[in-house]
T-cell receptor, first 115, second 114 residues
Framework: AQTVTQSQPEMSVQEAETVTLSCTYD???????LFWYKQPPSRQMILVIR??????QNATENRFSVNFQKAAKSFSLKISDSQLGDAAMYFC????????????FGAGTILRVKS | DAGVIQSPRHEVTEMGQEVTLRCKPI?????LFWYRQTMMRGLELLIY????????DSGMPEDRFSAKMPNASFSTLKIQPSEPRDSAVYFC????????????FGQGTRLTVV
């Protein structure tokens, strides 16, 4: 079964600094998707970034980038120039492409941004 | 499109009562997920449907929980009878099986069982 592990329950970063959130996953599949979602206090789930497993190039979206290490089954999120609005819960997610489209999430990491 | 619509936003019920949560996915999406979020267990996948057919319900905690998707535009999650430990935020999400598309989430239903 596919599982997602986020080992950092909570992280802090100074405004304008860079922070990296960790995520590892377990799967026997070769083709899948990985996502990072953000959940602010409003509890709305917002997609931050997406990575397709067959693409070697790491995805980037403005200040957000990932370090995708397929062999190590690692998918970390780097937030550059952190802003107060980045404070939220961040979830790493895995979506199967080979077995019915199942979408599972890690436990989440609370990110606090200090001014 | 109005996005994924869940109702109600908040529900307070007494232990033993039946609770029904509702979800309208984004038009054209053919995959729908139900999740439960708690502080202790995070975001748990309860069940998901592809083309209105339940694919995996292994996350449904007990027989008290049931879910249906009678058509492409509506799904329900029912708890009968409800218990205080069912208190949580329940999310519905939909996506396109075509691949690559992220899941879009509703605003969630905060359920409190007293």
């Amino acid at each position: 079964a596919q599982t997602v592990t986020q080992s950092q329950p909570e992280m802090s970063v100074q405004e304008a600094e860079t922070v990296t959130l960790s995520c590892t996953y377990d799967t026997s599949e070769s083709d899948y998707y990985l996502f990072w979602y953000k959940q602010p206090p409003s509890r709305q789930m917002i997609l931050v970034i997406r990575q397709e497993a067959y693409k070697q190039q790491n995805a980037t979206e403005n200040r957000f980038s990932v370090n995708f290490q397929k062999a190590a089954k690692s998918f970390s999120l780097k937030i550059s120039d952190s802003q107060l609005g980045d404070a939220a819960m961040y979830f790493c997610a895995y979506r199967s492409r080979e077995y019915g489209n199942k979408l599972v999430f890690g436990a989440g990491t609370i990110l606090r941004v200090k001014s | 499109d109005a996005g994924v619509i869940q109702s109600p936003r908040h529900e307070v019920t007494e232990m033993g009562q039946e609770v029904t949560l509702r979800c309208k996915p984004i038009s054209g999406h053919n995959s729908l997920f139900w999740y439960r979020q708690t502080m202790m267990r995070g975001l748990e996948l309860l069940i998901y449907f592809n083309n209105n057919v339940p694919i995996d319900d292994s996350g449904m905690p007990e027989d008290r929980f049931s879910a249906k998707m009678p058509n492409a535009s509506f799904s329900t999650l029912k708890i009968q009878p409800s218990e205080p430990r069912d208190s949580a935020v329940y999310f519905c999400a939909s996506t396109d099986l075509g691949g690559g598309a992220e899941a879009f989430f509703g605003q969630g239903t905060r359920l409190t069982v007293v």
